[in-house]
T-cell receptor
C-alpha cells in the first residue's frame, strides 16, 4: 500500500532494553522525520534525514539513534529505554521542495516499564 | 524550547458555529502549516500559508498570518461534529523541519 507506515503500533518494553521503531514510506520522499508527542508538549523533533545516509539531530535527540541506509526506511532505536521515553512516536516524510506539507504515519505508542 | 503556543488549549462549540484557534511562534519562517489529529491517529495536513501571504482559504478553513506579530489564526466556519479533533500549527524555519505548537482540542457538539 502506498503511504507511510510505522511498526509496531503498540510496544511495551522494560527499562534498559533496546527497542527499534520502524518507518517505511513508498513515495521516495527525500526527507524523513521522527517526532515524539507528549501531553503538554505537542510534537517535538527527535531526528531527521535529508537523504539516505544523511541524518541530523532535532530538538530532543538524547537517548535515540537513527540510520537511513535506504531512502524508504528510517528506523529509530532507543539503545537503553528509560521511562521518560514513554511517548507516542510519529514518523513523517516530505518531498523536500520548498513550502510543501509533511505526511505522517499513524504513530507508535511506546510504554517503558 | 522552540515551540510555539496555541490558544485556546481547548474549545467547545455547537455544530454550525465558527471555531477560531490562534498560534504564536518564535522565529522567522518560510511557511506556517496547520494539521489536524483525530484521537489516536496521525496528523493530517490541512493548509499551508507562505511567509509572504497574509490570508488563505480552503473550503471551510481560513488562515491568516501576521509575520510582524509572529502569529496565525485558523478559522473553521460552520463547524460539524466531524471537526472534533486536535489542531496544531507548525512552522517551517528551514530544512523542512517543523516546529509544532502545543495544540488546541476542539469539541463540536451536535
Amino acid at each position: 500500500d502506498a503511504g507511510i507506515t510505522q511498526s509496531p503500533r503498540y510496544k511495551i518494553t522494560e527499562t534498559g532494553r533496546q527497542v527499534t521503531l520502524m518507518c517505511h514510506q513508498t513515495w521516495s520522499h527525500s526527507y524523513m522525520f521522527w517526532y515524539r508527542q507528549d501531553l503538554g508538549h505537542g510534537l517535538r523533533l527527535i531526528y531527521y534525514s535529508a537523504a539516505a545516509d544523511i541524518t541530523d539531530k532535532g530538538e530532543v535527540p538524547d537517548g535515540y539513534v537513527v540510520s537511513r541506509s535506504k531512502t524508504e526506511n528510517f528506523p529509530l532505536t532507543l539503545e537503553s529505554a528509560t521511562r521518560s521515553q514513554t511517548s507516542v512516536y510519529f514518523c513523517a516524510s516530505s518531498d523536500g521542495s520548498l513550502n510543501t506539507e509533511a505526511f505522517f504515519g499513524q504513530g507508535t505508542r511506546l510504554t517503558v516499564v | 524550547s522552540q515551540q510555539g503556543e496555541e490558544d485556546p488549549q481547548a474549545l467547545s462549540i455547537q455544530e454550525g458555529e465558527n471555531a477560531t484557534m490562534n498560534c504564536s511562534y518564535k522565529t522567522s519562517i518560510n511557511n506556517l502549516q496547520w494539521y489536524r489529529q483525530n484521537s489516536g491517529r496521525g496528523l493530517v495536513h490541512l493548509i499551508l500559508i507562505r511567509s509572504n501571504e497574509r490570508e488563505k482559504h480552503s473550503g471551510r478553513l481560513r488562515v491568516t498570518l501576521d509575520t510582524s506579530k509572529k502569529s496565525s489564526s485558523l478559522l473553521i466556519t460552520a463547524s460539524r461534529a466531524a471537526d472534533t479533533a486536535s489542531y496544531f500549527c507548525a512552522t517551517d524555519a528551514g530544512f523542512q523541519k517543523l516546529v509544532f505548537g502545543t495544540g488546541t482540542r476542539l469539541l463540536v457538539s451536535p
